[in-house]
Each structure stands twice: as structure tokens, then as C-alpha cells.
């Protein structure tokens, strides 16, 4: 009697015959979190901590325009 193998390789492989480019570990993350009733994350996702800190104790004047972007949304009283 073969051993089985996990429900997730056996997808990973059986679709990576039909030409599916990417690794196991897509189709891992994708089972946990389509097929297992997780929700998908809805939106951007929130800053680190360390982010977060370093647009704080930062002048608004320097910091690089990508952080200052970022910081408007997620703050609701951020300078302008």
C-alpha cells in the first residue's frame, strides 16, 4: 500500500503537471487561507510598528515622499 500524500501536495502536484509555475508554498498559503474559511485581508495591509514609530518621531518635511504617502492614510490627523 503507497502512503498517501497531504491533501496540499497532491493538489500542488497535480497542478504543477497541468504547468502551474509556482512552488508549493503558493499553494499551501492559498489553501489556508481560501479553503479553510479565512478571510482575505481587506485592503493594505498596516504599517510595522517600526514604521509607524520612525513617521512619528520623524519631521514630516524629511521624510521621503513613499512615507509620507503611506502616512496619510493611515493616520487620521497626520499633517498635510
Known sequence: MAARLHPRLELWEEIRERGYPRGYSSVRAY?????????????????????????????????????RLQLK????????
Open 31 to 67: 489553501v489556508s487561507r481560501t479553503l479553510r474559511g479565512k478571510p482575505q485581508p481587506a485592503g493594505p495591509r498596516p504599517p510595522s510598528a517600526r514604521a509607524a514609530t520612525r513617521w512619528i518621531l520623524t519631521h514630516p518635511d524629511a521624510l521621503p515622499e513613499g512615507d
Open 73 to 80: 492614510p493611515s493616520w487620521p490627523i497626520a499633517p498635510s
